[in-house]
């Protein structure tokens, strides 16, 4: 039974052919990159530079230098957080946080940073007027995800940031889920830190992301080592992004985000809300989320009565050959803020490449189920 694959808010798949060849290119013809002047080494440069400057264009960031990258999403979320909290500060965050926001700020509070997680509607989402009756004068970080990854809801980062800029204090959005999917311009939008992963919406490979850095923004490094640069010199560069890139990078696979993110974006709303609408006429299906008539990202979660999630999706797998995300989604804020902490949810989160029936067999095989605890 050919696998219809629905867990693309987790890791993007299948991968995109050009991907493929630009990382194979990258092992065949490239060594390491700033470290040497022969000719593979030279090559090695050229394709993190190529990188740097394709994303950069994706986002509207004028100064390439202004990406800095990172394994993923979470390391350029620790960065960031890390980079500007000290002792005594202050962090607001959003109601729907990852648990790449969420457990940061809670190590943190071991030397003395605190957070407010700020009121949100039904849906999670926070407006300006809780964020500001959640700041502080020693608040120093508003955080917020642009998407969220268990309900799909949208965050008004336009909004938030402005309030952020008027208080002068630093705007974090996690694209995780919105990178690749939705437009971004971060010159013209009040953002002055957005991390995000390769292997998402992207359709890049994981173990790659980046954290754009507003430029004259500058944070502390999570670690030190050589970059390639200065090394008549014992001290960690103070120039980005050499200043938060340590160690050789993952020119592999930094050649296989480059190809990805000059990639056509491909919308995936129609897929979603044909799921959504779906789902919406399967008795025993309760969904999440904002609706069919509010702006979300390209997921769709559900419970199912009578079911446990995880073991739905098991079901899903070995019965339909349907992939599927079960459980809290590494979201435990999320779900406690939307009251779903006690049971978790199934997220369906279609792709470019899932077909229209594809979308019938996935809700051909949760009316079955729903038939079955009837």
């Known amino acids: 039974m050919p696998l219809i694959y629905l867990d693309n808010a987790a890791t993007s798949w299948p991968k995109p052919q050009p991907v493929i060849e630009a990382m194979t290119r990258a092992l065949e013809q490239s060594a390491s990159p700033g470290r040497s002047g022969h000719r593979m080494a030279t090559a090695a440069d050229e394709l993190v530079f190529g990188c740097r400057e394709a994303l950069a264009d994706l986002l509207g960031a004028p100064d390439p230098g202004s990406i800095a990258f990172t394994s993923g999403a979470t390391e350029a ?81 336009a909004e938030l940031g402005a309030l952020a800029r008027q208080r002068d204090i630093p705007f974090l959005v996690d694209g995780a889920q919105s990178v690749g999917h939705l437009p971004i311009n971060v ?8 991390a995000f992963p390769g292997h998402k919406g992207l359709r890049g490979p994981q173990g790659t992301g980046a954290l754009y850095i507003r430029p004259g923004l500058e944070l502390e490094p999570l670690q030190q080592g050589g970059t390639g640069s200065e090394s008549e010199s014992p001290y960690q560069p103070r120039f980005a992004p050499d200043r938060y890139e340590s160690g050789t990078p993952n020119t592999p696979g930094l050649a296989g985000l480059a190809a990805a993110a000059r990639l056509p974006r491909e919308e995936v709303r129609e897929r ?18 904002p ?84």
């Open 272 to 289: 979603t809300a044909a799921l959504r609408e779906g789902l919406a006429r399967i008795p025993g299906v309760e969904a999440l989320g």
């Open 187 to 194: 010159d013209s939008l009040p953002i002055d830190l957005l």
């Open 291 to 374: 609706g069919p008539d509010a702006d979300q990202v390209g997921l769709v979660a559900f419970h199912l009565v009578g079911w446990d999630c995880t073991q739905a999706c098991g079901e899903l797998d070995r019965r339909f050959s349907i992939a599927a995300r079960g459980g809290l989604h590494c979201a435990w804020l999320a779900h406690r803020s939307l009251g779903t902490l006690d049971r978790g949810s199934i997220r369906f989160s279609p792709g470019p490449t899932t077909t229209e029936a594809d979308i019938a067999a996935a809700l051909a095989a949760v009316r079955t189920l729903a038939k079955g605890r009837a």
């Open 77 to 157: 979320l620790n960065l960031a957080i890390k980079g500007i909290l000290r002792p005594g500060d202050h962090a607001v965050i959003s109601p729907l946080e990852h648990h790449a926001v969420l457990r940061p700020l809670k190590a943190l509070e071991s030397i003395g940073v605190t957070f407010t997680v700020a009121e949100g509607d039904r849906h999670g989402r926070m407006s300006p007027l809780t964020l500001q009756k959640a700041l502080k004068a020693e608040t120093r970080l508003v955080v917020a995800c642009h998407a969220s990854n268990v309900n799909g809801a949208l965050q008004p980062i």
